[in-house]
């Protein structure tokens, strides 16, 4: 009797790689009795520290409520402005508006899909407080013209870095210099800690402030002393995630080398298929800053008889999983309440549109990467108008 055909495994857009030693490590942290903030989190924290040259960083149980705390730390709050990127996770501004202030978006490159830095002066007026980056997919804003605008015109900058771990600018990790920078360690990111994040900022200073926003605004002193001068949250990340992410940290040089050579794959596949004939735009090949922490494609919206959606949809029924990052944030129901509409930045609204993210994570081979690639020349081709 014949043997029937193996269906072919799914393959998500997004996968972490976490080791037995890791989950092995999980499991004594579970029967040590203590799994909320401890020692694996400081251990963490020094770790990344380390990592950036030994700037104070401070871990949380999130990547957005960072950006928040860099906001408060910053005195930001009600009549202030911050500009931004109207291409990114909501959060990005979301955070802005969770302290008072007001969110300035400002167009992006079509290139590189991030901020367009030659607009962002136009867009500072005598409220503005600060700049909101963001490295879309792991690609890093251009870090000195970015530093030479918020020196000129005395602004604070909180990179929002989720994407940008193990991203390098000229040579020098991304988190290493700067203002505040904030990372995300969420599932889907080349470093995982399940959930968290961490704020990197410039002195012990900021770096106590932090603690107390983490932690419900507490400043404990002795066996029973215990003060609360400000009102913070209820943000810290805890021993067991700490122990998932002392697990990654080690590999990260490894994840990010086969980031790379996967993208460098999906380029040349591309390539062999003539894909650029089909008006399918790719991200830059910069393989000496990106992380590449996605493999993000802009679909030739005028040319296609199909939505984004179908194509998705095609794509799934083949076995590959695709995502969408991001709509445009200024078209969401909470931003047209706040006076945003279509139109006001056009770059960011036709990538919201057709900005597909395709598979990429350590563990996939060329053969996977060959996959997405005919699945999707295949749609695009029979699918032209």
Known sequence: MATPPTKTE??????????????????????????????????????????????PVRAFNSGTCTMEIALRIAGIGPG????????????????????????????????????????????????????????????????????????RHHLR???????????????????????????????????????????????????RLAEQYRLQGVVRSGYDGMEVELAGGKFNLTDVAARVGLGQLPRLEAFTARRRELARIYFARFEACRIRELGL????????????????????????????????????????????????????????RLGWKEGDFPHAEYAGRNILTLPLFPAMTSADVSRVVDALAAILRQNQR
């Open 157 to 207: 900058v909180i990179e929002d870095a989720a994407q940008a771990f193990g991203s390098n600018w000229q040579t020098r990790p991304i988190g290493s210099f700067g203002d505040f920078v904030s990372f995300s360690f969420h599932p889907n990111k080349n470093v995982t800690t399940i959930e968290g994040g961490c704020l990197v900022l410039n002195d012990e200073r900021e770096a």
């Open 281 to 336: 735009q790719l991200p830059v090949a910069d393989f000496a800053n990106s992380n590449w922490h996605m493999f993000q494609v802009v679909l030739p919206e005028a040319r296609l008889a199909i939505k984004r959606s179908e194509i998705m949809a095609q794509m799934h029924a083949a076995g590959i999983g695709t995502g969408v990052h991001y709509p445009a944030i200024h078209l969401f129901a909470l931003y047209r």
């Open 10 to 55: 799914f393959l998500p857009f997004t996968r972490p790689s976490i080791d037995e030693e890791t989950i092995a490590g999980v499991a004594e942290v579970l029967r040590s009795g203590w799994i909320t903030s401890g020692p694996q989190v400081k251990a963490f924290e020094a770790r990344v520290s380390e990592y950036l040259g030994g700037r």
């Open 80 to 151: 202030h402005e911050v500009i931004t990127t109207p291409l990114s996770w909501v959060a990005t501004s979301n955070v802005i508006l969770e302290v008072g202030a007001r969110p300035v978006f400002v167009d992006i490159d079509p290139v590189t899909r991030n901020i367009d830095l030659d607009r962002i002066e136009a867009a500072i007026t005598p409220a503005t407080r600060a700049i909101i980056p963001v490295d879309l997919a792991g690609l890093p804003v251009d870090r000195d013209r970015l530093y030479a605008i918020a020196r």
